[in-house]
């Protein structure tokens, strides 16, 4: 045979060897990853072909890489994290400041949504809808005596900016339901959650969140009580879990002087990155105090520590939560995110605000606060034994490593937190029965004209005597010694949020923060002289120890919730 003729024999047949080894090669690498090792990314490609393609029941690859991900993405750090798009508008709404509902707070009494106040020029307002009114229906479904919970509500009274959701409405006395249809839009979430005068000089802010509107109802806030007088500040962080960075170097900013170093950032693949204050702020000769907490987490920690370390004012508190991490977040084209740390912060004088954790043990990272609070840290100078000394620009010595240590240790007061007040408030009958009061004496509630009105009328009024009696009713039995024991707090809590739900939320703080013992050292050390740090002598850590008795349960501060 003729070379020529093997060549036109042979060929078609090495050919065929060759595209059937090529579909080899490709269903290998297929599974295998592009590098034919089972290594890295390949591996995870691989093992979602594989499964697709092979596994013997159909399986929604979809749902799979959605729960797939959030555990890789978790294991990392107690911080980063893989958002679903479900999700992503929830998390998105707390920083941008607003979302989208009807414009009221409720509360749900005995599975029955009441409208305990109206956002004013809200969708709501416009609508017609009243305070005091029950929702019965949501588009012609029944919803009351169905053990709705506040997470149902939100679903179904929020929305999107411009659709309609129709109310069935049970108003007073009144037989029959109204239909109210209602046109959702923005509603806005305030983040300065009160400022008012506490005494003629002095200013009290409570900011709740650092979210992108909270730098501009900051400002308004300082304007506002400085126009009434104030030359101190006391600025409450307590239970604040954070925000947006540049927002706090925009707070911080005004009380600094040019120059000044609020916070750095840096990381493995993240060059450092410094924030100075620009000399610009409306508030740097004035006094000021900043309360923290356990709960103080992230943005606070990083406005104390700014602070403490240009030895600018005191803080005074508890040690912080210890979350200083850098998240950087990645979008989905279907609309998720994933959020991984890439830095850390630390404070100007090089304290990294993020305190330690172990791989794999972040439950126990999360429970940090019960677990110091099981080893008496609230109640005593803390126990921490990881805490490493830094110098101040003023050459003070501060501590760092697991958050920030204040210059002025405050104990939590425990008065009158017993078995049975923790019975009470553990089963929300505190809020409930202030609810129920409410809206029983609305009539004449609503004819004061100011909390301080109010606040005088319902001291005089059997409340807690008639509390009693509500919760015995739901089956906590009384115990005369317990409630004489936490006599005051039962009345200061009922008061103020009686008082809430007549005058808002900054009537609220006015009201409870009377008896405050972080606000009443503030003022005391403000007052006396002693608020710039130089002035403090064997301060630090000094306990205000008020109460025997430990219970773990924090009164509700926000309780309300809006849709």
Known sequence: MSPEKKVRTWLPLWIGLSIALGILIGSIYSRFGSTGKVDGTGKIDAIFNYINKSYVDTVNMHQLVEEALPKIVQD???????????????????????????????YVLRDTIIVTSIVPGGPSEAAGIQQWDRIINVNDTLIAGKKITNADVL??????????????IKRDNDSKLTDITVTRGDIPMSSVQASYMSTSTIGYIKVGTFGFNTFNEF??????????????FVIDLRGNSGGSLEVVVAMVNEFLNKGDLIVYADGRNFPRQDSYANGSGTSKEDDVVILIDELSASASEIFAGAIQDNDRGLVIGRRSFGKGSVQSQRSF??????????ARYYTPSGRSIQR?????????????????????????????????????????TVFGGDGIMPDVFVARDTTGMNSYFNSLANRDLIQEYSVTYSDMH?????????AEDLTRFLYKQPLLLNLVSFADNRGVRPRPYYIEESRKLFERQLVSYIVRNFFGEESYYSVYMQDDTLMKKAVDLIEKGLAKPESVVQERYKSITLGQRIGFSVPDEFGMLYA
């Open 76 to 106: 990392l750090d107690p911080h980063s994290a893989y958002i679903p798009a479900s999700e992503m508008k929830r998390v998105n709404e707390d920083l941008e400041g607003h979302f989208s509902g009807i414009g009221v707070s409720f």
């Open 155 to 168: 679903q179904k009274l929020r929305g999107e900016k411009g659709s309609e959701v129709k109310l069935g």
């Open 219 to 232: 400002i308004s806030a300082l304007s506002k009580l400085k126009s009434q007088g104030a030359r101190s």
């Open 333 to 342: 084209p279907d609309g998720s995110a994933v959020r991984l740390t890439v």
């Open 356 to 396: 330690k954790y172990e791989k794999g043990k972040y439950d126990e990272y999360e429970l940090e606060a019960i677990n110091r609070y099981m080893q008496g840290d609230y109640v005593n100078t803390d126990t921490a034994s990881t805490l490493i000394p830094f110098k101040t620009g003023g050459g003070r």
């Open 442 to 450: 609305k009539q004449k509630l609503q004819d004061f004209q100011s």
